[in-house]
């Protein structure tokens, strides 16, 4: 079976890839937007681990594209979390437990919820495209390449997608601090309609194999950006790569033919 628009060529303006341990994290809390957005200070102060890296390294792709604020104006924006805001939720039932439902932030709800980092950047980007938040499982990045052909056609400029996971999700301590200092990695895309040849993402039946870790598949996804993002080399096969999506199908990127004889 096929995505709904099959044949919608895209390709890649940006990418970036960033991996943070969690104690470094805090220090991407305040970082510099690439559209330079008035925000209040501390804006990602209650974000989960997965926005503040995943703002971080699409603001790299942003700046490898060369877009300017007008750009992203009328972006959307698909982010796929890969078990996302479970070391919030963790830490807020500890504190449940131990102190009762004043110890409980209200900030839990916005900020660690599957939208909350495709909601995060639309707001810090000042992007008023469609913002969704896809997967949240270990089939996220198939996730969200399966509606990536639909959201290029949607009639904005581009699509900021950017997918996160823990190589190892934190394991925590009984009173909700962190046991060991886990990595974040996040990848991150700007992709547009190509007028002629690019990738094509075919959903097919055949299922992918699952990765073990969440890095597994994050960093095949990362060497899949730059292969894509740096097009096709003279001489050598068409390049293709899978994703496991849900119902046991999978994601087939496909470098589109004519853009390899363009290239050539």
Not at 118 to 142: D, I, K, Q, T, W
């Amino acid at each position: 079976m096929q995505s709904h628009r099959p044949d919608t060529a895209v390709t890649i303006l940006g990418q970036a890839m960033l991996a943070v341990a969690r104690s470094a994290i805090e220090a991407l809390r305040d970082p510099a937007f690439p559209a330079g957005a008035a925000l209040p200070p501390r804006f990602l102060r209650h974000a989960d681990e997965h926005t503040v890296v995943g703002i971080s390294a699409l603001s790299a792709a942003i700046a490898a594209a060369g877009l300017s604020a007008a750009d992203l104006a009328d972006c959307a924006v698909l982010a796929a979390p890969r078990l996302g805001g479970r070391p919030a939720a963790a830490r807020t039932l500890t504190c449940w437990a131990a102190q009762g439902q004043a110890a409980v932030s209200p900030h839990i709800v916005p900020w660690c919820s599957l939208h909350a980092m495709a909601s995060a950047v639309s707001v810090a980007l000042g992007c008023h495209g469609p913002h969704l938040g896809v997967g949240g499982g270990p089939e996220a990045v198939g996730e969200a390449l399966a509606l990536l052909p639909w959201l290029v056609g949607h009639g904005g400029s581009a699509v900021l997608l950017v997918a996160t996971g823990w190589d190892d999700e934190p394991v925590l301590a009984t009173d909700g601090s962190g046991a060991a200092d886990a990595v974040c990695r996040a990848v991150a895309l700007v992709v547009a309609p190509a007028a002629h040849g690019g990738l094509r993402l075919i959903h097919v039946a055949s299922p992918a194999p699952r990765p073990r870790r969440d890095a597994d598949e994050l960093l095949r996804f990362g060497r899949f950006a730059a292969a894509a993002a740096a097009g096709p080399t003279a001489g050598r096969p068409p390049a293709a790569w899978s994703f496991a999506a849900r119902r046991g199908g999978a994601i087939r990127a496909e470098l589109v033919a004519a853009l390899q004889r363009e290239a050539a």
